[in-house]
């Protein structure tokens, strides 16, 4: 793509797919959910330059939910990029797809390099960026000084005013945030894990939260709350001068009532 080009980009986030179809999340069939919300994205936005997935694909971390996301998604025509969750395994993406380019970390498109880390920790619900992960984005950034840059992981490196997720974010956000204040070409975080949307100003950076393509979480909660509100999906146009544009689109017509009989969060 040529450095003068705007780039399409979408995010999927926190899909929770299970290796089997009828699998659900709160009561809410995840794979349904997720056929909307990609059906959405087919009607709305036929050419997609990059699509990114930014953690918690899979509910089970299961080889066969993470080809049922690859085979759910297979209509949407453009490279597609993963990252793992709190609820994926990352050694099995890895073992699996670690050889195909779905989990590259660095993707340069435009005059934009995107980043994608992995803050994911085994058998833990809070984030963590491993050293070697802090070491990818310092090297990204460093590598790059000339492109803008957008950089995604899946926990929030910052509050979202919602108490019960204050101690289930990324644990070493300072470290994190240092690193991206010393570079004045980042132009925005991305992530997931929060199940809601949220768009803010960090120094001049841009923070956004994605909602998931299954059951959202009511925003500025005291203790752990679904919202009713649909699910859906981010684009985001990155143009070639460094700012951007992005908006939220969610399943219309979507009716759920939460329930707790399945497999819980």
Avoid at 62 to 81: E, N
Avoid at 150 to 160: A, D, E, F
Avoid at 223 to 241: K, S
Wanted: net charge negative; glycine share 8%.
């Amino acid at each position: 793509m040529a450095p003068d080009a705007s780039v399409l980009l979408l995010q999927l986030t926190d899909s929770h797919l299970f290796a089997e179809a009828e699998g659900t999340l709160l009561g809410m069939n995840t794979a349904d959910s997720l056929r909307q919300v990609v059906a959405r994205v087919m009607a709305e936005l036929p050419a997609v330059d990059l699509m990114i997935a930014t953690g918690d694909l899979s509910q089970d971390g299961t080889v066969a939910s993470y080809q049922r996301f690859q085979a759910m998604t297979a209509c949407i025509d453009a490279p597609h990029r993963w990252m793992a969750g709190n609820h994926d395994e990352a050694a099995i993406m890895a073992d699996h797809f670690g050889a195909t380019e779905l989990m590259q970390q660095v993707v340069d498109i435009g005059n934009w390099r995107i980043t994608l880390l992995d803050s994911s920790v085994s058998g833990s619900v809070p984030g963590r960026l491993a050293d070697d992960q802090l070491q990818v984005l310092e090297n990204a950034l460093k590598g790059a000084p000339e492109r803008h840059h957008l950089v995604c992981l899946h926990h929030h490196p910052v509050s979202i005013d919602c108490k019960w997720m204050e101690p289930i974010g990324l644990r070493n956000a300072e470290a994190f945030l240092a690193i991206i204040d010393r570079y004045p070409q980042v132009r925005a975080i991305l992530w997931g894990h929060v199940h809601q949307h949220l768009d803010r100003e960090r120094n001049g950076v841009r923070l956004l939260a994605t909602p998931s393509t299954c059951v959202q979480f009511e925003p500025l909660s005291e203790a752990f709350a679904v919202d009713r509100i649909a699910p859906g999906y981010r684009w985001l146009h990155l143009h070639p001068d460094g700012t951007l544009d992005t908006s939220i689109s969610r399943v219309p017509g979507f009716e759920f009532a939460p329930g707790f009989g399945g497999s819980g969060y």
